[in-house]
C-alpha cells in the first residue's frame, strides 16, 4: 500500500513537500517513482524516481527544482519541490515497482497510490 500526503496550495516560488509512506513490502527491494498528472491531462512519465539503491534521478522539466529521496527505515519516500510554477499543479502520485533499474514509464509500476493535490497560483 502506497499513501501519498503534503500536497496543498502554494503560490508560484514556493516549496511543498510530499510523502509516500508505504506498508506491506520491503522498500529496498523497491523503486518508488513520483507521477504527475496535470487538470484535464493525462499521467504523464515519472517526475523523479527513486531506484531501490538510493540512486535518483529527475526528468529535466523538474531538475533543479524537485529532490526526490527515500528512509528505507521509515517506509517513507519523499518528493522535495521547491520553485514550483503553476504548470506544476495536479495530482501527484507515488508509485512503487521490485527491482533494480530506472522506471520510467507508469506501465512499469505494479502498485499506486490515491495521489495528492497540488495547486500553483500565479
Known amino acids: 500500500q502506497l499513501v501519498e500526503s503534503g500536497g496543498g496550495m502554494v503560490q508560484a516560488g514556493g516549496s511543498l513537500r510530499l510523502s509516500c509512506q508505504t506498508s506491506?513490502?520491503?522498500?529496498?527491494?523497491?523503486?518508488i517513482g513520483w507521477f504527475h498528472q496535470a487538470p484535464g491531462k493525462e499521467r504523464e512519465g515519472v517526475s523523479c524516481?527513486?531506484?531501490?539503491?538510493?540512486?535518483?534521478y529527475c526528468v529535466d522539466s523538474v531538475k533543479g527544482r524537485f529532490t526526490i529521496s527515500r528512509d528505507n527505515a521509515k517506509n517513507t519516500v519523499y518528493l522535495q519541490m521547491n520553485n514550483l510554477k503553476p504548470e506544476d499543479t495536479g495530482t501527484y502520485y507515488c508509485?512503487?515497482?521490485?527491482?533494480?533499474?530506472?522506471?520510467?514509464?507508469?506501465?512499469?509500476?505494479?502498485?499506486w497510490g490515491q495521489g495528492t493535490q497540488v495547486t500553483v497560483s500565479s
Open positions: 508509485a512503487a515497482t521490485y527491482g533494480s533499474f530506472w522506471y520510467l514509464f507508469h506501465y512499469e509500476y505494479t502498485n
Open positions: 506491506g513490502f520491503t522498500l529496498e527491494y523497491y523503486a
Open positions: 524516481v527513486s531506484r531501490n539503491d538510493g540512486q535518483a
